[in-house]
């Protein structure tokens, strides 16, 4: 035997780990494949595991192979045994019954994650590829271990325990797809993506569901977080919360990250697996519409976890190409005319019917580029995915408040035992609990979602993603589509005032291809920017480049009423503007006020906008339409009272209501309509206060003298509480928003008395005022008392300063005087006095220059009501021919409604449509231009009025 046959047969017995007791002689190369079956079939591994045995092998070689480098014969021999035992290696995947069975295929998947040398797992992918068998290991592995991920006990396994195998797979995951040829098959592996997924299916029956489903955001893990610091009915421990919160973003950092890394490999594995990812992705957004609904049951569709987790994937796939512009032009605008992975067929258009856009779309079998799928898949992601995160946490917030509410009152029964029969205490001591678990799991939901919402580094990628989302439509709106290489100029579109409100009009001269958009694209943008502003992330708003891009978006489609139709969506829009211009915490600068005041296109614009959504949102569509406008205007009132320090914005609304006069009395139309309805129904609702404190305060013994309402006799204690609760809430809605329109009238009318003058407004203007002059401080005003005034911000000295204050700012137009002197349901100089003593009392703010102008104007309108009604006795009685009907004075322009054929004064009719565009007789359409002047009665008036001036002239 020559000396490399002994040191073989020495060699062979130490990689294999023969026993002396095994060996009769010695043994060579050409056994070695004998050897191996023998050991691994008959005789048996020293290790449990005969993959564990191989690897050892495979070590035992490598080391060897370092000590005699310099051996060619001696490396080819260990070259040899590595082969061979990477061979039975391969050999486990593919028949993986031939060495073991699938009892103990669990373990050996776990000794692949966690012991296993890289080395030998590459030297058998390796094997795999040459000999044709990657797919065979493939499903041997990658299925068995998502099926073991998928099977983990979130509840009972300790997190560190759980972390460390999910991110096992994914090391294994990595070195998997980091070979091109593996990664090209990967979407070939058993039940990559099923047929006939339900929504809440992928998670458990695709192979990537149990690895994109893994985050904070599942509610078992949320549970183990967040449970020990939750108190229902209490105070959440926010100290602790808060660490948990930076842990798991750290985890959730790490998971997205490592998923990318995994996701990225795969779509560069070549053109297949990069349509099969996608095509799963949009099959599972296409059946997860549901998670936007209003009564979604969470079980039935995909988790927040899934969605939240390919949302951020997409979002890092499409940060290089929306970062920088110059890459913007890639993104197909016509995307719709190709074969597309995304189903938007039905959902609603920005400003088009689904049959306009259907009749638009030729879809051709042209397949979009890359950077479209992405960007289109990214927006649905955006709106489904984070959409239905924020659309979950509002539910949570709604049932934690009513589960809270019951645990208090239930521990307060529980805590009086005296009071509570065996049953009813059997019934508490078995549901509290249960409850108190309930509200555990929803509140750690709940903390989990903030979570992400707060988490500044993540949204600091989101937001710049999303940013250069924001420029690709402001592009497409832009109509030489140069954007942002060219700056744009608004308006896009001249439009008469008459067809601001007309939707036929505006579609018309929408954009194409931008109005067959879904309009989701947008409002998932919006949502977006309306969390991350409501979580308070202001540093990431306040310090961003970007912001002032949203900004402008914001102001483009507010400004431009033809791109867009949905006011709900607007009125979001308006929100965040609101937002915006608020004051910060330490009384300084909204976070947008210096891109309103320097930003050209912002500043040019942003006051046309808001006044014509003003308008526009006095119709939303919805049934109670009446009431959705009122919040949107409370918001534009407060961005206008804040933008009014800066005299570059009056100067903007003085020219608006000199050279757009029509537009401008559109606007203040609809503020008179607010203010009367929102001051007298808050004044009501303070009165039912007023009366259901005094009615249980009578019976409560706390006012024997006071004096009750008749009609509250009947109703018992609890009744009547309902209901002071009810109009409470009520009150403190009205009020505060009557004190802005009010704000907003005495700011205008001081700026631009003679606008508020025209025959169309003055004299509702006129009523307006004194109604609720007499509101405040005649007889009845003692019913406006109430306990506590502050919890409805109702501050009657305040509000009547302000009333006043307008009366003032027009006390020098002479059509003003004239209309409140006409009016003979409210005007009485009576309270003009009472109102001068209370401010002179009580209103520090009224010096007696404000008091005397007050009473002066007073004084006037009651001089000239003695001329006017002096006038009426010379002028007898008039012809009923000869009045309004709808105001019953004596007309000066009278024109003939084309529908209804009734003849009215040309102001009074003005006026109406201001407010309402129909035939106030028989509701029929009807514009300004379309009513007929009444020459023939003009004339008659004209001769009536003649003959009584000079029958009465001395």
Sequence with gaps: MTDFDAWTSRTLENVLAISPAQVTGPINLDELDSILIEILTELGTPEKLPLSYLNNCYERCSTLKQRVNKDPAKLSAIDKIIANVTNYGLICFQVPGFFFDHTSLDQTL??????????????????????????????????????KLLAVDMINTPSPEISRY???????????????????????????????????EFETRSLLGPLFRYSPLLPELAYKNYEAYISPGYVDNMTSIKGIHEGSQLETKLIIDRLFSLTNKLVRGGEKPRAAFFRWAADLVNKSHLRVGQQVNPKLVASNSIMFNITMILIKFSLPFLANETKLPKIDIDYFNKRQIVDFTEETKINSTLQESADYYQVSDEVPNFISDCFYLTLTYLHYGLGGIYNWENRLKQQLSGLRMEIVRMEAQQSNPSGLNPFLEGILRFKLPKLKKTYKILQSERYSIQMVNSYRDLQSETF?????????????????????????KLPFVELAVEDLDDPNVLRQKSPVPFRYYPEFFIEGLINYFYAVTKHGIYPLVYSNRNLTTWVQFLIIILRCPELMSNPHLKSRMVELLFYGTLKNTQGGPGFMDDIINSDPLVS???????IDFFVVVEKTGSSNQFYDKFNTRYHIGTILENLWGNNVFRKQLKRQSTQNVKFFVRFVARMLNDTTYLLDESLNKLISVHNYEAELGIRKGEQPNGERDPALSELSDEEIEQR??????????????????IQLFNLFTKELPSSFVIPELVHRLAGMLDYNLVALVGPKCSNLKVRNPQAYDFDPKRLLFNLCSIYVNLS??????????????????????????????????????????FIAFGDSAMEKRSQQQQEELEMGDAPDEFLDPLMYTIMEDPVILPSSKVSIDRSTIKSHLLSDPTDPFNRMPLKLEDVIDNVELKQRIQEFKGKNKTRTEP
């Design 110 to 147: 776990d000794y692949v994650l966690e012991f296993i040398n890289r080395g030998f797992l590459r030297k058998i992918l390796s094997n795999a590829i040459e000999n044709d068998s990657s797919l065979e290991v493939l499903n041997s592995i990658v299925p068995n271990l998502m099926n």
């Design 166 to 200: 999910y991110f096992s797979v994914m090391d294994l995951l990595e070195t998997i797809l980091a070979y091109p040829a593996l990664a090209a098959i990967f979407s070939e592996i058993d039940n990559f993506h099923p047929p006939d997924l339900k929504s809440n």
């Design 464 to 488: 710049d993603t999303l940013s250069g989302a924001i420029k690709f439509f402001i592009r497409v709106i832009d109509p030489s589509h140069e954007y942002p290489s060219k700056e744009l």
């Design 604 to 610: 040019n614009n942003i006051m046309y906008a808001l």
């Design 724 to 741: 002071l609760q009810s109009s409470e809430s009520q009150a403190r809605s009205l009020v505060g928003l009557s004190n802005k329109v």
């Design 812 to 853: 020098k137009e002479e059509k003003f005087i004239d209309a409140v002197a006409q009016d003979e349901r409210s005007f009485d100089i009576t309270y003009f006095r009472k109102a001068r003593r209370i401010l002179e009392k009580h209103v520090y703010q009224a010096t007696a220059s404000f008091r005397q102008q």
